[in-house]
């Protein structure tokens, strides 16, 4: 797991390595363990190193292969590295370390960018080849790794991060008013490839991107999840333990120790039961907690503590008070490639910083609620027609209707459309998908997945030099999950075919609970300093010139802060706020 970063230059225009050097202080973060600058004409890679696997120099970034005429810098990890290796050997290339990263070079100028099909991981890469100048991105199936692109005339950059291409001078930062449609009214997500400014984008999942020497490029998507129903009968909770087994397996490919953040919840309790299960022991765990405020309790470790007593894990309680929670919230905000509203940054942010001092790499159990029905708003959808479907998804997902928008939004900033509805119109009206549960699916593992739980991990474990691992989004379980009847997973309240399989394993206390979040009281309910904080933000010098809401929406929010909700039941205040407080942290 690294941060990566570059410069790639059309025609005979020689690569900017200055500006390359600026982004990697930005990525230092991400990787904490060294620092490599390679150049050629005009390609130009950075990369910063945090040690995972072949912990020797020798796995160090850039990397070139002189006789393959080949460099590449790799964020990520790929799991089945070992395998591929031996294959490779296996058709007479032989190997200087004993790092993923080069089993990566090998397999692109074995199979060309088609490798990315025999990968089992989290990755996001770049390769140039010396002798035609072409240079191939490639990002990961889920999106677990993210890559953000900068392309002004002659030239494309990219980096790990937003802020570093900020870093690297000469981007468009005015705001893009499509995407601050998708902020208000999606959840504050933004669909690749737009983020909020306008001149920068970012790869999308599973997706190889092959630019030329001239500038020209192609663009393919590698690999989607069908949702369609297999053609056999199926032992759905068998199968998915089966799927899980393998996949929490997987993740355990490290030279370093590696533990779980264990929320209390199913997910992550059953990763540290199928752990125990192969036979895992002195097991690191970690559950947070946070002061009760407005009615709600900061902490689930009554949950964690329990499973982390069966299972005999090492575990630590990280209780947080105020007097690390204000300071953390501006921290957290840095961290953030994107604006993320959810409250759960805050909370992996603190919950990284301490258990960066004790492992590198953990494992955690992001992606069940998307793969497997989890969501309050897929059972309205079972049955809904589906010729109804986009209504009915809006409906219980959008934020707030279009509408609302003109009296929330300064008219400058309003779309005469709604892109946010075409969006997900254009999504659900691709062929597979049969029903409305698979179509809202569908679409949440490619969007809102990515651009929520996925990022928000990435970004603030990664603030800490903390590998994070997803086996929910092994690519494999994925598809699986997909193939399942909508009806297997919404039973039991949501995630049924998923109690299922940890039924006997799992403590049935667990299984049968209400379903939990992260609970983080302090932005959930703003009052005191941090209501001051939000006050600051929507009032300060660059959000008056900036303009974009509506000066009696604010006043009115600022009235009565805790009261106005988005449809999912967010602190429409929050979401105003944080949004500002992104982008004057950013220097917009």
Same mark, same amino acid.
């Given at each position: 797991?690294?941060?990566?970063?570059?410069?790639?230059?059309?025609?005979?225009?020689?690569?900017?390595?200055?500006?390359?050097?600026?982004?990697?202080?930005?990525?230092?973060?991400?990787?904490?363990?060294?620092?490599?600058?390679?150049?050629?004409?005009?390609?130009?890679?950075?990369?910063?190193?945090?040690?995972?696997?072949?912990?020797?120099?020798?796995?160090?970034?850039?990397?070139?292969?002189?006789?393959?005429?080949?460099?590449?810098?790799?964020?990520?990890?790929?799991?089945?590295?070992?395998?591929?290796?031996?294959?490779?050997?296996?058709?007479?290339?032989?190997?200087?370390?004993?790092?993923?990263?080069?089993?990566?070079?090998?397999?692109?100028?074995?199979?060309?960018?088609?490798?990315?099909?025999?990968?089992?991981?989290?990755?996001?890469?770049?390769?140039?080849?010396?002798?035609?100048?072409?240079?191939?991105?490639?990002?990961?199936?889920?999106?677990?790794?993210?890559?953000?692109?900068?392309?002004?005339?002659?030239?494309?950059?990219?980096?790990?991060?937003?802020?570093?291409?900020?870093?690297?001078?000469?981007?468009?930062?005015?705001?893009?008013?499509?995407?601050?449609?998708?902020?208000?009214?999606?959840?504050?997500?933004?669909?690749?490839?737009?983020?909020?400014?306008?001149?920068?984008?970012?790869?999308?999942?599973?997706?190889?991107?092959?630019?030329?020497?001239?500038?020209?490029?192609?663009?393919?998507?590698?690999?989607?999840?069908?949702?369609?129903?297999?053609?056999?009968?199926?032992?759905?909770?068998?199968?998915?333990?089966?799927?899980?087994?393998?996949?929490?397996?997987?993740?355990?490919?490290?030279?370093?120790?590696?533990?779980?953040?264990?929320?209390?919840?199913?997910?992550?309790?059953?990763?540290?039961?199928?752990?125990?299960?192969?036979?895992?022991?002195?097991?690191?765990?970690?559950?947070?907690?946070?002061?009760?405020?407005?009615?709600?309790?900061?902490?689930?470790?009554?949950?964690?503590?329990?499973?982390?007593?069966?299972?005999?894990?090492?575990?630590?309680?990280?209780?947080?008070? *105020?007097?690390? @929670? !204000?300071?953390?919230?501006?921290?957290?905000? &840095? %961290?953030?490639?994107? $604006?993320? /509203?959810?409250?759960?940054?805050?909370?992996?942010?603190?919950?990284?910083?301490?258990?960066?001092?004790?492992?590198?790499?953990?494992?955690?159990?992001?992606?069940?609620?998307?793969?497997?029905?989890?969501?309050?708003?897929?059972?309205?959808?079972?049955?809904?027609?589906?010729?109804?479907?986009?209504?009915?998804?809006?409906?219980?997902?959008?934020?707030?209707?279009?509408?609302?928008?003109?009296?929330?939004?300064?008219?400058?900033?309003?779309?005469?459309?709604?892109?946010?509805?075409?969006?997900?119109?254009?999504?659900?009206?691709?062929?597979?998908?049969?029903?409305?549960?698979?179509?809202?699916?569908?679409?949440?593992?490619?969007?809102?997945?990515?651009?929520?739980?996925?990022?928000?991990?990435?970004?603030?474990?990664?603030?800490?030099?903390?590998?994070? *691992?997803?086996? @929910? !989004?092994?690519?494999?379980?994925?598809?699986? &999950? %997909?193939?399942?009847? $909508?009806? /297997?997973?919404?039973?039991?309240?949501?995630?049924?075919?998923?109690?299922?399989?940890?039924?006997?394993?799992?403590?049935?206390?667990?299984?049968?609970?209400?379903?939990?979040?992260?609970?983080?009281?302090?932005?959930?309910?703003?009052?005191?300093?941090?209501?001051?904080?939000?006050?600051?933000?929507?009032?300060?010098?660059?959000?008056?010139?900036?303009?974009?809401?509506?000066?009696?929406?604010?006043?009115?929010?600022?009235?009565?802060?805790?009261?106005?909700?988005?449809?999912?039941?967010?602190?429409?205040?929050?979401?105003?706020?944080?949004?500002?407080?992104?982008?004057?942290?950013?220097?917009?």
């Amino acid at each position: 797991m690294c941060g990566i970063a570059g410069e790639i230059c059309y025609g005979d225009r020689s690569a900017d390595t200055d500006a390359v050097r600026r982004m990697l202080p930005c990525l230092e973060s991400r990787g904490p363990d060294g620092e490599g600058l390679w150049a050629r004409e005009r390609v130009a890679f950075g990369h910063r190193r945090l040690r995972i696997i072949d912990l020797s120099d020798a796995g160090g970034q850039p990397m070139t292969d002189e006789q393959l005429g080949l460099t590449v810098v790799f964020n990520g990890c790929i799991y089945n590295y070992r395998q591929l290796r031996e294959e490779l050997q296996s058709y007479g290339y032989s190997f200087r370390s004993h790092s993923d990263t080069e089993v990566i070079l090998k397999a692109f100028h074995r199979w060309g960018a088609d490798c990315v099909t025999r990968f089992l991981g989290m990755f996001a890469f770049a390769i140039a080849e010396h002798g035609s100048g072409t240079v191939t991105l490639a990002r990961d199936r889920l999106g677990i790794k993210p890559l953000y692109l900068a392309e002004s005339p002659g030239r494309l950059r990219f980096a790990s991060t937003l802020p570093a291409l900020l870093a690297a001078g000469g981007v468009d930062t005015s705001i893009d008013k499509v995407a601050l449609h998708h902020y208000m009214t999606f959840h504050s997500v933004v669909p690749a490839p737009r983020t909020i400014l306008a001149g920068v984008r970012k790869l999308p999942p599973a997706t190889v991107r092959v630019i030329r020497k001239d500038g020209t490029s192609t663009e393919r998507v590698y690999w989607e999840a069908s949702h369609t129903r297999l053609a056999r009968e199926t032992d759905w909770a068998a199968e998915l333990r089966e799927k899980l087994r393998v996949a929490v397996e997987r993740r355990m490919v490290a030279d370093v120790p590696v533990g779980v953040l264990l929320s209390g919840g199913l997910d992550s309790s059953f990763i540290v039961a199928l752990l125990a299960e192969q036979g895992q022991t002195g097991l690191t765990t970690f559950s947070i907690g946070f002061e009760s405020g407005g009615g709600e309790s900061g902490d689930e470790f009554a949950y964690s503590d329990l499973v982390a007593k069966k299972f005999g894990t090492e575990h630590h309680q990280i209780r947080i008070g *105020r007097d690390r @929670f !204000l300071p953390a919230v501006e921290r957290t905000v &840095a %961290a953030m490639s994107e $604006p993320m /509203v959810s409250h759960d940054c805050i909370a992996f942010n603190l919950l990284s910083e301490d258990v960066a001092k004790q492992v590198k790499v953990v494992q955690s159990g992001q992606g069940a609620d998307e793969i497997l029905a989890g969501y309050s708003w897929y059972p309205p959808l079972a049955g809904v027609p589906r010729d109804q479907a986009v209504e009915a998804y809006a409906k219980e997902f959008f934020d707030r209707p279009h509408g609302d928008l003109a009296r929330q939004l300064n008219p400058e900033w309003l779309t005469e459309n709604d892109p946010s509805l075409e969006f997900v119109r254009e999504s659900f009206g691709r062929p597979g998908a049969t029903t409305a549960v698979d179509a809202a699916l569908r679409l949440d593992s490619q969007v809102m997945l990515v651009d929520d739980p996925v990022k928000r991990v990435d970004n603030m474990t990664m603030a800490w030099g903390l590998e994070a *691992r997803v086996p @929910f !989004l092994d690519h494999e379980l994925v598809e699986f &999950a %997909a193939a399942c009847p $909508p009806e /297997v997973k919404l039973a039991q309240g949501g995630k049924g075919v998923l109690k299922d399989a940890a039924r006997g394993l799992v403590p049935d206390e667990v299984i049968d609970r209400p379903k939990g979040y992260f609970p983080v009281p302090g932005i959930r309910h703003l009052e005191g300093t941090m209501l001051e904080k939000v006050r600051d933000a929507l009032s300060a010098p660059a959000a008056r010139d900036r303009a974009l809401f509506r000066p009696a929406y604010v006043e009115a929010l600022l009235a009565d802060p805790n009261t106005p909700r988005t449809t999912l039941g967010a602190n429409q205040l929050w979401q105003l706020a944080l949004l500002e407080m992104w982008l004057q942290e950013n220097g917009i």
